[in-house]
């Protein structure tokens, strides 16, 4: 979770998370959906070595049988909406797709003129590439809102800064 080997830039030293926002990657540890094959029936799979940490807590299989109201009916809503969010991204990516207003970029992070670390093949959005799409395409964005995205993502870029 960082960009030096051997620094974390999320968690400190005792364990501690200091980021604002954990990942829904790590939040759905250890569990994952499986897909069936068809693209809309899952299964819940999990990684053993993250159900044994050694600390007490809620069984993930309850004496009652009732997993629905336990950790591993939490876990199924959780991976139930990843699921969802990544789809709906996905069709959200679609129209920038099309556009071709995505670019392969280097992030080139740097601290007091020295570069700390290069990172390649980050897509972003070119802003030049949106400001020459058509005026039809951009209503259409700034009715579907997919604009207030593409603005936002142009401005999120900035926070490359703070990783240097």
Same mark, same amino acid.
């Given at each position: 979770m960082?960009?030096?080997?051997?620094c974390n830039?999320?968690? !400190?030293?005792? @364990?501690?998370?200091?980021?604002?926002?954990?990942?829904?990657?790590?939040r759905?540890?250890?569990?994952?959906l499986?897909?069936?094959g068809? /693209?809309?029936?899952?299964?819940i799979? +999990?990684?053993? !070595?993250g159900?044994?940490? /050694?600390? =007490?807590?809620? #069984?993930?299989? #309850?004496?009652d049988?009732? $997993?629905?109201d @336990?950790?591993?009916?939490r876990?199924?809503?959780?991976?139930?909406?990843?699921?969802?969010?990544?789809?709906?991204?996905h069709?959200?990516m679609? #129209?920038?797709? =099309? +556009?071709?207003?995505?670019?392969?970029?280097t992030?080139?992070?740097?601290r +007091?003129? =020295?570069?700390?670390?290069?990172?390649?093949?980050?897509?972003v959005?070119? #802003?030049?590439?949106? +400001?020459?799409?058509?005026?039809?395409?951009?209503?259409? $964005?700034?009715?579907?809102?997919?604009?207030?995205?593409v603005?936002?993502?142009?401005?999120?870029?900035?926070n490359?800064?703070r990783? /240097?």
């Amino acid at each position: 979770m960082g960009l030096q080997q051997g620094c974390n830039s999320c968690v !400190r030293e005792d @364990g501690k998370w200091m980021a604002q926002y954990i990942p829904a990657h790590l939040r759905r540890y250890p569990f994952v959906l499986g897909n069936k094959g068809n /693209g809309a029936d899952f299964f819940i799979m +999990a990684d053993i !070595r993250g159900l044994d940490s /050694g600390f =007490e807590g809620e #069984p993930v299989f #309850p004496e009652d049988g009732n $997993w629905k109201d @336990g950790v591993l009916g939490r876990a199924e809503q959780f991976l139930v909406s990843f699921e969802r969010e990544l789809s709906a991204t996905h069709e959200v990516m679609r #129209p920038l797709q =099309e +556009a071709d207003v995505l670019v392969s970029k280097t992030m080139t992070l740097s601290r +007091a003129d =020295e570069v700390v670390a290069r990172v390649s093949n980050v897509s972003v959005l070119d #802003p030049d590439r949106v +400001a020459a799409l058509d005026d039809a395409t951009l209503a259409a $964005w700034v009715r579907s809102g997919l604009m207030q995205l593409v603005t936002l993502h142009i401005e999120s870029q900035r926070n490359w800064e703070r990783l /240097g």
